[in-house]
């Protein structure tokens, strides 16, 4: 009986598909609130120069999502998806209240810790029970609709959050968004948000995907497109990281004030936000590895031509690129890891995927700090641009051309 009452399809559950966009942009919000001036804020506060400590915040949340991903993956199906969404607002409240009254950076790395969690649980959480409601015709879409929600909250609160600490000062005003955010994050949460594991029964009824014999290894090493899929991953996340770090200071040394640098880097979250309401259902339609290799490979040349631009229109337009070449390839990750797993496996695969992939921000911040206070800044972001377009080679050469082009498996 409970069956034939469970339809799966975006039109079908469109209430609470959009409760859960809207859920996801406060997700989005909570890494906004840093975006812009936490490399400012540590040399300000704590007179933090050093490039690898000042992206050690970035390590911290990066290493702590990565991980909380996985095991969001792996217990979703044990405690409920909506359960583990909550915990994660639980631990996000006291985020910005740390941030304010902390004494040391150590405090700061310690709420980026919280937040790394909070945000494995919350968007880990959302991207699961979307995938889980619409079925497998409007995948891509649906990871289009979520990924446009919290990367433009990403970007809109970076650049609020920029805007604020310009107008009246680093501290504690910008942080008072976060407070916002993760209250009413919770409450939307608690009041109007459901469990949606019971699709995932009804779907595993007619898919005829072959199991996996060993999640983790498959997702990340043996099956060819799931592995080529997660380095692509992970290296989008380490250039993710690196811009996070470094391009705000690349901006300090060009003597931009925090609004313009508001501005700027909002640009790239915002393009990859709204870009994805195109590229999510451009993924349902075509290649899906044509649609890997050209986001990876436009992100690495753009990437590249940092360090050789000063005006505000040139950083402006790389911004708008590596926001374009991101919105290609991240709705496409996950929908592609979707429909090559077998639907009651399909929650730890994205873990295992997000795993890896948010991986990518610490590894990222490791690489891009160290070689930035041996070699200097632009050295950093040149290599950080050369392994981008080394992770798109991977995708041609690595990932099979047929599998994620058929519509139904």
């Known amino acids: ?27 989005g919000g909570m890494i906004g609130m840093e975006r812009t001036i936490i490399p400012k804020f540590a040399e300000i ?54 941030l304010i009254y902390a004494e040391s950076w150590n405090w700061v790395i310690f709420a980026n810790i919280l937040l790394g969690i909070s945000q494995g649980l919350t968007w880990s959480s959302t991207v699961v029970m979307k995938i889980d409601l619409v079925g497998e015709k409007d995948r891509g879409l649906a990871m289009g609709l979520n990924e ?10 970076a650049f609020l959050s920029g805007y604020i600490a310009q ?32 699709f995932v029964h009804q779907e595993n009824t007619t898919n005829q995907t072959q199991k996996l014999e060993n999640i983790f290894l498959e997702t990340t090493f043996k099956n060819k ?8 991953g992970l290296v989008n996340n380490l250039n993710d990281g690196m811009i996070w770090g470094l391009l705000p200071i690349v901006l300090l040394s060009l003597n931009y004030d ?3 640098i508001g501005v700027i880097t909002a640009i790239y979250p915002t393009v990859w936000g709204f870009g994805q309401l195109i590229t999510g259902k451009m ?23 940092i360090p050789f631009s000063t005006e505000m229109y040139q950083l402006a337009t790389i911004s708008a690129l590596l926001g374009f070449g991101t919105a290609l390839v991240y709705p496409t990750f996950l929908s592609a890891i979707a429909q090559a797993t077998n639907p009651t496996q399909r929650a730890e695969s994205i873990g295992t995927f997000r795993l ?22 632009n050295y950093a972001i040149i290599l950080i641009g050369v392994i981008t377009i080394l992770s798109s080679v991977i995708i041609k050469v690595r990932m099979p051309k047929d599998h994620l082009q058929k519509t139904n498996n």
């Open 1 to 27: 009986m409970k069956a034939n009452t469970t339809k799966l399809g975006l039109k079908e559950n469109w209430k609470q598909f959009t409760i859960l966009v809207i859920v996801n942009a406060f997700v």
């Open 45 to 98: 506060e704590f007179g933090i120069a050093s490039k690898t400590a000042i992206l050690s915040f970035i390590t911290a949340f990066g290493i702590t999502k990565a991980i909380t991903n996985y095991f969001t993956g792996k217990l979703a199906n044990r405690f409920g998806r909506k359960n583990l969404l909550l915990f994660g607002w639980i631990l996000a409240i006291p985020i910005p209240f740390i």
């Open 148 to 157: 446009f929600a919290g990367y433009f909250a990403v970007g809109l609160v």
């Open 167 to 198: 107008k009246y000062g680093i501290t504690p005003y910008p942080f008072y968004l976060g407070i916002g955010i993760s209250i009413i994050g919770f409450l939307l949460t608690l009041f109007f948000v459901k469990d949606t594991r019971v």
């Open 225 to 232: 497109t799931l592995s080529a899929v997660t380095q692509a």
């Open 258 to 260: 925090s609004q313009n």
């Open 283 to 305: 993924s349902d339609i075509y290649s899906k590895k044509k649609m890997l290799f050209w986001g990876m490979l436009v992100q690495g040349i753009a990437i590249i031509f």
């Open 356 to 377: 890896w992939r948010d991986l990518g921000y610490a590894i990222g911040a490791i690489i891009s700090g160290i070689t930035a206070d041996l070699f200097g800044v």
